[in-house]
């Protein structure tokens, strides 16, 4: 009698948390934030958590990590990160491609520009963005700011600047020379800032996606302000609408308008990347969209800014994904993020606490995400 072997089951990967250059800059909440999703991530993936990357350590070549920012090229071939299979986030050919510059082309006959910078990218992307140059040199920042005062104030902004960090108005070419000093050439040349034209009655929309082995989701939302423990608005959460399936199928939702235009633009955006930047892949990928009205009541629309790495939509992205797996059916949820200061944050029955302490610098703060169980069934959109 002959005896049927079942396929071996492939061996799980041994999942970690990857903690790079921004190690550093991280304080308690955003550590153990991490260390918290990078838990759920491994559950998903039906494991368990391994710990945090050491180089020195050896560890099986089938291993997963979850970077805590997006990855250079070089970095992810030393960390035996080849696909999307292998991290949740993202990997860029070169550092800059990573930040707020790429959403601009430099000015035309731009003096200077880094390694690896495309040309073409900015060519493809130029009715997908705001009105805007990204510049390496001084006299590429003063033509880029000439060209865009005729329509009002601009607006400086540094590339690794989070929220509304590292970002200033200036109405002449005085303002702009003392930012520029204030810069410096050398950091200029090596960093890079945006100049963009300055809008009013902003509106923004995420849109993006995530893949998980088999799974992927894609998703739009808006994000919300909070007040901190120190009586500064500060990021608050997310409400997202996350689809079981690619781009094509979030397209498809009922939408309004704006809402439709945000996801093309993300999604040609996005496509644009991948063709022009040889080398870059994401498993997770998160597109900023802003609407607004310039000085002479011009309404634009345009990517802002992405991000390929663990961000504050992450719990409710990972929340959707689980509710995806456990019931195929499910063709969209509603899912939200909340990052909430203070010691009596009510969470509601059901949320998933991401992180609930006392952080040496924010103060008390209570994150969680929710996922709505009255879901869709089917492709009629929400």
């Known amino acids: 009698m002959k005896v049927r ?52 350590d050896a560890y099986p ?38 930040t707020k510059l790429i959403a601009h082309a430099l000015p035309d006959d731009a003096q200077a520009s880094p390694p690896g910078w495309s040309r073409v990218f900015g060519e493809h992307t130029a009715s ?110 997310t409400d997202l609408v996350v689809v079981h399936g690619g781009f094509d199928m979030l397209a498809q939702l009922d939408v309004t308008s704006d809402i439709h235009e945000a996801i093309s633009k993300a999604r040609a955006f996005d496509a644009a990347v991948q063709n022009d930047y040889a080398g870059f892949f994401a498993s997770r990928r998160n597109y900023d969209v802003a609407w607004g009205i310039d000085a002479q009541g011009v309404r634009h629309c345009g990517v802002l800014e992405q991000s390929w790495r663990v961000g504050g939509a992450t719990g409710a992205e990972l929340g959707a994904l689980r509710m995806f797996r456990a019931d195929p059916r499910v063709y969209a949820v509603r899912a939200s993020t909340r990052e909430l200061y203070g010691d009596d944050v009510q969470v509601p029955d059901g949320a998933c606490i991401v992180y609930r302490g006392v952080d040496a610098r924010a103060g008390a703060i209570t994150k969680y995400y929710t996922v709505d169980r009255h879901t869709l069934q089917g492709s009629s959109g929400i």
């Open 5 to 56: 072997l079942s396929p071996a089951r492939p061996a799980l990967p041994v999942v970690l948390v990857y903690r790079g250059q921004r190690k550093t800059d991280q304080t308690g909440h955003e550590v153990e934030t991490l260390w918290a999703l990078a838990r759920q991530i491994a559950e998903l993936k039906g494991t368990t958590l391994a710990g945090e990357f050491n180089a020195s």
């Open 128 to 237: 997908l963005v705001l009105p805007g140059h990204s510049a390496f040199s001084r006299d590429d920042a003063c033509n880029a700011a000439r060209m865009l005062w005729p329509q009002g104030h601009v607006r400086i902004k540094r590339p690794y600047g989070i929220g509304g960090a590292g970002q200033s108005l200036v109405a002449d070419m005085n303002e702009l020379e003392a930012e520029l000093d204030a810069l410096g050439d050398a950091t200029l040349r090596a960093e890079g800032i945006v100049v963009e034209r300055q809008l009013d009655s902003i509106e923004t929309l995420s849109v993006g996606q995530v893949t998980l082995d088999d799974l992927v989701a894609s998703y739009y939302g808006v994000q919300h302000l909070t007040v901190n423990n120190h009586g500064h608005h500060v990021y608050g959460g």
């Open 61 to 98: 070549a089938h291993r997963y990590l979850v970077p805590d920012d997006t990855l250079t090229l070089t970095q992810a071939r030393k960390l035996g990160v080849r696909s999307v299979r292998d991290l949740f986030g993202g990997v860029v050919p070169f550092p800059f491609v990573a």
